[in-house]
């Protein structure tokens, strides 16, 4: 069964740890994004990595750091200088072609305290 | 669950009845177009999609609809049922490969 894991659900840090988040997928999809979800706000992008062992900032990189060393997995880490980390975190795959879908994980729900 | 339905427009149907949830799109040179289906604590899943050189789509019980004249994208859901209850946003995508992701409306439905 083809798709995008996300792990895990929910996580729960103390301010000023880094936490990372899990992302794996089965697709051989080529590109793939994290995406950060904050409540009645659109979809806002952190990093996104369109082939293997290179990866660009999105829209809001500033505190967060990717890896993409293998094409199935591309872990997010939440660093300490993110001001605001309590979100929900999104990851997403595609194959490389403008005309196609993301297709998302099921999130993780990180809370910082 | 996820409180990403927070804040966001909602449209309440009829159980029974037809839905249909509007979206404006704001990138000219956007060229595909995406339904998502979000449910609460889940992740989006894809619904449906247009090409720009299609006006109209149509899926299991699901319509899209695409003016490019004003820029304007719509879903029609048939015969709503409460498993529609959800949130639904459209995705813009070009060739360039901007994404850009609409906030979303709630569908509630009513008994």
């Known amino acids: 069964d083809g798709g995008i894991t996300q792990s895990p659900k929910y996580l729960f840090r103390k301010e000023g740890q880094n936490v990372t988040l899990s992302c794996e997928q089965n697709?051989?999809?080529?590109?793939m994004y994290w995406y950060r979800q904050d409540p009645g706000q659109g979809l806002r992008l952190i990093y996104y990595?369109?082939?293997?062992?290179?990866?660009q900032k999105g829209d809001i990189a500033e505190g967060y750091s990717v890896s993409r060393e293998k094409k199935e997995s591309f872990p997010l880490t939440v660093t300490s200088a993110q001001k605001n980390p309590t979100a929900f975190y999104l990851c997403?795959?595609?194959?490389?072609?403008?005309?196609?879908?993301?297709?998302f994980g099921n999130g993780t729900r990180l809370t910082v305290t | 669950g996820e409180s990403v339905g927070l804040h966001l427009p909602t449209l309440s149907v009829q159980e029974g009845d037809n839905s249909i949830i509007n979206c404006a799109y704001s990138?000219?040179?956007?060229?595909?177009f995406i339904w998502y289906k979000q449910e609460s604590g889940k992740g989006p899943q894809f619904i449906i999609d247009?090409?720009?050189?299609?006006d109209k789509r149509q899926g299991q019980r699901v319509t899209v609809l695409l003016n490019k004249t004003v820029k304007h994208l719509s879903l029609q859901i048939a015969a709503t049922q409460p498993g529609d209850s959800a949130v639904y946003f459209c995705?813009?995508?070009?060739?360039?490969?901007?994404?850009?992701f609409g906030k979303g409306t709630r569908l509630h439905i009513l008994p």
């Open positions: 997403a795959s595609s194959i490389a072609a403008y005309n196609s879908p993301l297709h």
């Open positions: 697709l051989n999809h080529d590109a």
């Open positions: 990595s369109q082939i293997v062992n290179d990866f």
């Open positions: 990138n000219s040179a956007s060229d595909y």
């Open positions: 247009i090409r720009s050189n299609m």
């Open positions: 995705a813009e995508r070009s060739r360039d490969d901007k994404i850009i």
